[in-house]
């Protein structure tokens, strides 16, 4: 799924956050001349951006509330993402959520890439109600165009923090669809696309897709500070295994040209990797994951 690269042979970085890694991860698998609608802001859109820079010039995005094909002045204001000037600058068209949700209900639109706060096995998304709905839990932001992209387009990327908490049996409530109850033609029979769903998850220690005849999701890869153990350990559900355990991909760390395009033109403030839990160092021959509070900032930046 993704193989070696220019990534493979550029000069690797020696420490990085988790969520950086993640977005070097994602970029890494964004095709080139394909047209992507991207959440709006955090990893979705970084590491579209990211691919964009170094690995896929004529990739196209489409951001969440109708920005067409724009050329966006980096970096963004970390508020202001959407629905502001620069990251419309120089887009080819400016419509709204519904006028995309069209053209993507039309078969324009190739990729889906969003953020996950529960994901099920069958790639399900909640980002709607914790809890039992409606009856006890609580209610968060809600889905904005999540679901009308992951219905609608033609693969679906999901971007999620690798947390137990994060991978359930059974999400809570769907906000947007995955392959629902895994059974054949599910999507199908829900009114959806033919030959729609999910393609990719990717987390911060690892990438899974979906196996083709059961729509369960399958580890695929993981990051090399991490082992597979590890990785189904932190998940309420057990994943398939791409082959056997020894056949899972081991993924290459992040470059220091990824990284420096991404501290130096997105997240400049760092409000993004701040809330990652670890930082990972390559220390003593092998990569080590550290508390962030044990190291200084500047050993990092």
């Not at 904005?144 to 947390?163: N, S």
């Not at 999910?198 to 999701?217: E, G």
Request: glycine letters at 10%.
């Amino acid at each position: 799924m993704i193989g070696k690269g220019p990534w493979s042979e550029a000069t690797k970085a020696t420490s990085f956050a988790e969520r950086e890694f993640q977005v070097c991860i994602a970029a890494r698998l964004v095709e080139n001349g394909k047209c992507y609608w991207v959440a709006g802001g955090g990893g979705p859109m970084y590491s579209v951006l990211l691919a964009k820079r170094l690995y896929a010039p004529d990739v196209i995005y489409v951001a969440e509330d109708g920005v067409v094909g724009a050329e966006p002045m980096l970096p963004f204001d970390p508020v202001m993402t959407l629905a502001a000037a620069r990251p419309s600058h120089r887009a080819v068209m400016w419509t709204n959520m519904n006028g995309i949700g069209d053209q993507c209900g039309v078969g324009y639109l190739d990729y889906g890439v969003l953020n996950a706060l529960q994901i099920d096995a069958y790639g399900n998304i909640n980002s709607t109600w914790l809890g039992s709905y409606p009856v006890e839990g609580r209610r968060v932001n809600g889905p904005g165009g999540a679901d009308t992209i992951a219905a609608m387009c033609r693969r679906l990327v999901l971007m999620t923090d690798h947390q137990r908490r994060k991978f359930v049996p059974r999400v809570d409530f769907i906000s947007s669809p995955g392959y629902l109850d895994g059974t054949p033609g599910a999507r199908k029979r829900a009114g959806l696309p033919a030959d729609t769903g999910p393609y990719a998850v990717v987390t911060n220690w690892a990438v899974f897709d979906f196996d083709p005849q059961s729509r369960h999701m399958r580890l695929r890869a993981v990051a090399p500070f991490v082992s597979v153990e590890a990785v189904i350990a932190e998940m309420g559900f057990k994943p398939l295994l791409f082959g056997s355990a020894g056949d899972i991909e081991v993924l290459d760390p992040p470059t220091e040209d990824e990284l420096r395009i991404f501290r130096s033109e997105m997240d400049t403030r760092g409000q993004f990797t701040d809330t990652a839990s670890h930082w990972v160092v390559w220390e003593n021959e092998r990569w080590t994951m550290v508390e962030k509070e044990v190291i200084s900032t500047g050993v990092l930046i």
